[in-house]
């Protein structure tokens, strides 16, 4: 049992009611080798208290099962990678799930692990790089994303050739998408409210400087009535980390989303397989504060 709350994390008093989930599991949470998960999540001391609060208030939804990718693989390890499992066989797998556990663990092994009759790279393979129907921009932007992180781990598995393949596929299906593009952060007649995030969450690297300042501009005057998490991640893969933060200083309900943009966008815990080479997998950006007992 933790005796102790570690430094910065608030008491479960100021992020639960009474009887509103683990209240015991809290500060060990935050506690590198409790013996409740089989991880811990990062503290962040030293914030904003607006800031802060939005990071408790989502780190609480995790301790009590609604996690994303990263907080999950921080989290409980060995759990995600058995639900990882679990889903791949059911044809039901997440990429960017199964992506954001190998990354953050280090655990290539379960590459080679079958989940039903293939291999878990192939189940990966299959999500990447399927003949993709025409969808729309969100859709497509996705499946750019996911190719170029497939290629990605294509390289550090020691497959370049394939990779390049891959590569070369995602830069053609990346044209298309920005093809579609009429300016001031709009996609045309059959735009949807999630291609502002998709876009700039899966292929930022193919967008020039005034794009970039579109998309930025488009949030500020028409999303402020969606979701926060996704919008902020977004915002911080268009190198606006500042406006980033004030939304997540605001959020109404924290949750998974808000937590992976406060781990992922503003304190680059990086979970994708490009992020292997990009060396640190944090950074700390002035006034925002610290995270500590970073587990990866």
Not at 168 to 196: K, M, S
Not at 242 to 248: F, G
Not at 262 to 286: K, S
């Amino acid at each position: 049992m933790v005796a102790f709350v570690p430094e910065g994390v608030p008491s479960i008093d100021l992020v639960a009611g009474q009887w509103d989930g683990p209240r015991d599991h809290w500060d060990a949470a935050f506690t590198p080798g409790n013996d409740r998960f089989s991880g811990h999540l990062p503290a962040l001391v030293d914030a904003p208290a607006d800031l802060a609060r939005t990071y408790y208030l989502a780190a609480w939804q995790a301790v009590r099962g609604d996690a994303g990718p990263r907080a999950a693989a921080l989290l409980e390890p060995v759990r995600t990678r058995a639900r990882l499992l679990a889903a791949l066989t059911g044809d039901a797998g997440d990429f960017r799930a199964v992506e954001a556990y190998l990354v953050l663990t280090g655990d290539l092994d379960l590459l080679a692990e079958k989940a039903g009759a293939a291999p878990v790279l192939d189940h990966l393979r299959a999500l990447a790089t399927a003949p993709p129907e025409p969808g729309t921009v969100a859709v497509d932007a996705a499946r750019v994303g996911r190719s170029r992180a497939f290629a990605a781990l294509l390289r550090r598995v020691g497959e370049p050739d394939e990779a390049a393949v891959v590569e070369l596929a995602a830069a053609d299906r990346a044209r298309g998408v920005l093809g579609r593009y009429t300016g001031g952060g709009h996609w045309g007649a059959d735009e949807t409210p999630d291609d502002f995030a998709a876009v700039a969450r899966e292929m930022p690297e193919f967008l020039d400087l005034r794009q970039r300042t579109e998309l930025v501009e488009f949030a500020r005057r028409h999303l402020g009535d969606e979701p926060s998490g996704p919008i902020a991640y977004a915002l911080c893969r268009l190198g606006r980390p500042d406006r980033a933060a004030v939304l997540l200083a605001g959020a109404a309900r924290p949750g998974a989303d808000e937590l992976e943009a406060v781990l992922a966008g503003l304190f680059g815990i990086r979970a994708d397989f490009a992020g292997w080479a990009a060396g640190t997998r944090r950074r700390a950006l002035p006034g925002l504060g610290r995270l500590d007992n970073v587990p990866c």
